[in-house]
């Protein structure tokens, strides 16, 4: 057998680099959130006494917050430009099939069924994955936004809002670490390491055990029918100014974001205050 038959290409520079940065803004955010969430904990003020202190973690963690946004608005623009421009199917839609595939999984895990499920590009557990991060990212977008700007928000929302966001934001950040640990790490790092994220190539071992359907497809050489280039100029010429204006409105709203105002704490004027008055005057040592 070949070497181009023992393995297929299957994400190229583009997306590589997108999880790249997806890797390392998550990191980022984790290592510098949960100390916060934290902060009564011995280990937690250790890392933040290592990051530099208090106000530099949250810079760091603020700094992560706008790659991470940034990546995610990259990110619509390209599924936009696939979906409407190139006409590529949506392969991270969850359908029925992907619960009968999960069900189908369980048993073929416990025993029932022999063989494990046929299944397309994406698995099911691919695309739960990608949905979770697409939801969780919203939510810490939200609250985010809410906890860097207290003040705004509580002119027109009501206050209840600040503290509920602060523990949304904590529990999705808990809940997000804890499913790429457990889940995401085992599947791609620990059960079989899946370098297709790394070099591109996945093996063929691989595809016929995750991605049956589309080995075979590949290997029947099904192509999608070929595109009108009329129509598709005609899609770009639609396309590029309508996701210029688009991109040019999240940007401004990214700006906003930042930008808004001051923390609730920068915003009270400067005073020198004495924290600590004993209540009956220091002993002096006699004359």
Known sequence: MTEQRTRYYRFDEWQRLEHAVLIASFTVLAVTGLPQKFSSQLWANLMIAAMGGIEMVRVIHRVAAVVLILETIYHFGVVTYKVFVQRLPLTMLLSLQDVKDGLYALGHNVGIFKEPPKMGRYNFGEK???????????????????????????????????????????????????????????????????????????????MEEEHAIELAEIEAHVEPPPQDPERFSKRVRVFVPVAVIITAVMLTGLYMF?????????????????????QTPAVQPAP
């Open 128 to 206: 739960v994955e990608y949905w979770a991060v697409i939801w969780g990212t919203l939510v810490m977008v939200l609250t985010g936004f809410i906890l860097w700007n207290p003040i705004a928000t509580s002119t027109f929302l009501p206050g209840q809002v600040i503290p509920a966001s602060k523990a949304a934001h904590g529990g999705e950040a808990l809940l997000a670490v804890l499913s790429i640990v457990t889940w995401h790490v085992y599947n791609v790092h620990i059960k079989q390491f899946n370098r297709s994220m790394f070099t591109g190539y996945i093996s063929r071992h691989e």
């Open 258 to 278: 930042v930008t808004y105002e001051q923390t609730a704490i920068t915003t009270v004027p400067r005073q020198q205050i004495e924290v600590f008055v004993p």
